[in-house]
């Protein structure tokens, strides 16, 4: 699979390796907390993932997180995800990745890349790669060992979607380093 492994780690620090004062935040750091922030739009009590999708010019050009049909009766769901299939959220809730994707400005999503909280299952996975959107840049790995997940990576490595994982610095140094940041 095309997944750089290594994690890339978010330095939130205002300096950077070398003591030298550092501009700003990276690009793969500001789009992946944008997709942490929108994750918080999401009523799902126990996952609440978040989606950007990015042109090659750095632009925002798709935003989602995960949630039931829009302008439906919320009323005829419910978030849970054990017992009967019907039963669950499951069959009714629409993906980060997938809201993203249908939300976005352009129906041209060649060479995009997408920044997600959550490795995407195989669904988002072939909508992914049939959009020929090019990265996947990722926070968590939670359920790599299912089917679902072991299936995406196939996709991926099969139509050259490129995948690696960032990584959050712990909440209290995230909290510190905003703090530090904007009020010296």
Not at 71 to 79: K, T, V
Not at 111 to 119: G, N, R
Not at 160 to 179: D, H, I, N, W
Request: proline share 3%; net charge negative; hydrophobic share 40%.
């Amino acid at each position: 699979m095309n997944d750089e492994r290594s994690e890339q780690h978010i330095n939130l620090d205002a300096f950077n390796d070398h003591g030298e004062a550092r501009a700003s935040l990276t690009w793969d750091e500001y789009f992946i907390l944008i997709a942490l922030f929108t994750s918080l739009r999401s009523k799902d009590p126990r996952s609440k993932v978040g989606a950007v999708l990015v042109n090659r010019e750095k632009h925002i050009v798709g935003t989602g997180y995960n949630g039931f049909v829009r302008e439906a009766d919320e009323n005829f769901f419910n978030w849970r995800s054990d017992g009967e299939w019907l039963q669950t959220k499951y069959p009714y809730v629409v993906h980060a990745e997938q809201n993203a994707i249908l939300n976005a400005t352009t129906s041209e999503l060649a060479d995009c890349s997408i920044y997600t909280t959550l490795f995407p299952c195989n669904e988002c996975a072939r909508i992914i790669a049939q959009k020929r959107i090019k990265d996947v840049i990722y926070l968590s790995g939670k359920h790599m060992e299912l089917d679902s997940r072991k299936a995406t990576q196939v996709i991926f490595e099969a139509s050259g979607v490129k995948c690696r994982q960032m990584a959050l610095p712990p909440f209290e140094t995230l909290a510190q380093s905003v703090v530090k940041n904007l009020f010296p």
